[in-house]
């Protein structure tokens, strides 16, 4: 037993020193891309991409819990109005509005949650999708507070400069944080108890589990999180309306999650990556991404259940298979 447990303790040593070494090299590609191009268009695609990758994956750690929400595109947009309120008619500054704007997202999400933390997964998506349209209609009545319908203009930014590498660079140092935050409380014992309520949270309740607790828990970390994405949309676009946090963000943000793989912690960002980066490459078929983003959404349902983050291991396991049956023939 010994040997077996020191065997299995040195393999999953290398498979996470194999992980550490492809994500050190997924970030050094990452620190190179403002030296690669010297396009700012390029630069801002790639801005936004990190925004939606905290969003999108915000939003994957609330699912984990069994709970599927219909209002973080809102939670994301309150985030953003927050921030950008705090900044241009308070002038706060927005290093400060930031995580004002995460702790304003995460104590709404919290207050909302906690009464119908017990509903089953579809009467709680009801509920949120309701509390979404109502945060955003009261945003909107603020006047000109918020700007209503129109939004809020010339809101100060973080970097008194022209150029977007330094945007780019604190994002991404921001995002990788988020990332790791989200990473460490997936594996971690908060994790497997969300994951179990997920599972059934009845049989969580019949051991122990708070599943109230863990539920409410999920909802306020990933709450914080949207809140933290729409403060930097806010800071970075100068420009908020409520058009850019209504039902579609959240249905979009729903699709990077399912095409990337729920079952993944690196779904949402293959997700994001695949559906909202590349299309912004082809301006000519623009027009076209809903039904091309559609068509990819069945492909990989249809063909990858566990959304494109699993084709790496399926294509382990094929060769696996393939060496087998090849070291089967050779013997015989």
Not at 111 to 120: D, E, G, M, T, V
Not at 128 to 137: A, D, E, N, P, Y
Not at 168 to 196: D, H, Q
Not at 226 to 248: H, I, K
Request: with cysteine; net charge positive; glycine share 10%.
């Amino acid at each position: 037993m010994g040997l077996i447990t020191a065997t299995r303790d040195f393999m999953n040593r290398r498979k996470n020193v194999t992980q550490i070494f492809i994500f050190g090299v997924l970030i050094c590609l990452l620190a190179f891309v403002p030296l690669i191009t010297n396009s700012p268009y390029n630069l801002h695609i790639f801005i936004l991409t990190l925004i939606y990758i905290i969003a999108a994956a915000s939003l994957r750690f609330i699912i984990t819990s069994g709970q599927i929400p219909l209002a973080h595109g809102a939670f994301m947009g309150l985030g953003a109005y927050v921030s950008g309120v705090l900044a241009k008619h308070f002038g706060v500054t927005p290093w400060i509005t930031l995580i004002v704007a995460a702790l304003v997202a995460m104590c709404v999400g919290t207050l909302i949650s906690f009464p119908f933390a017990r509903l089953k997964a579809f009467y709680y998506s009801m509920i949120s999708l309701f509390f979404g349209v109502g945060m955003l209609q009261a945003i909107e009545s603020m006047g000109k507070l918020t700007g209503g319908i129109t939004g809020i203009t010339a809101i100060p930014t973080l970097f008194n400069s022209d150029s977007k590498v330094p945007f780019y660079y604190c994002f991404l140092v921001l995002t990788l944080i988020s990332l790791f935050i989200l990473y460490r409380l997936e594996v971690s014992r908060i994790g497997w108890n969300l994951k179990a309520i997920e599972q059934s949270y009845l049989v969580a309740g019949s051991v122990g589990i708070s599943v109230v607790k863990y539920r409410v828990l999920a909802v306020a970390v990933g709450c914080f999180f949207a809140g933290l994405a729409g403060g930097m949309y806010a800071t970075y676009n100068v420009t908020v309306s409520p058009v850019s946090f209504d039902m579609t963000a959240t249905l979009w943000l729903i699709i990077y999650v399912t095409i990337g793989g729920m079952g993944n912690f690196a779904g949402p960002i293959i997700g994001t990556l695949v559906l909202f980066l590349l299309p912004k490459y082809y301006s000519g078929l623009k027009q076209y991404t809903p039904f091309i983003s559609a068509a990819i959404l069945f492909l990989v349902l249809y063909t990858f259940r566990n959304g494109l983050a699993s084709i790496p291991g399926l294509v382990v396991s094929f060769y696996k298979k393939r060496k087998k049956v090849k070291t089967r023939i050779d013997n015989s």
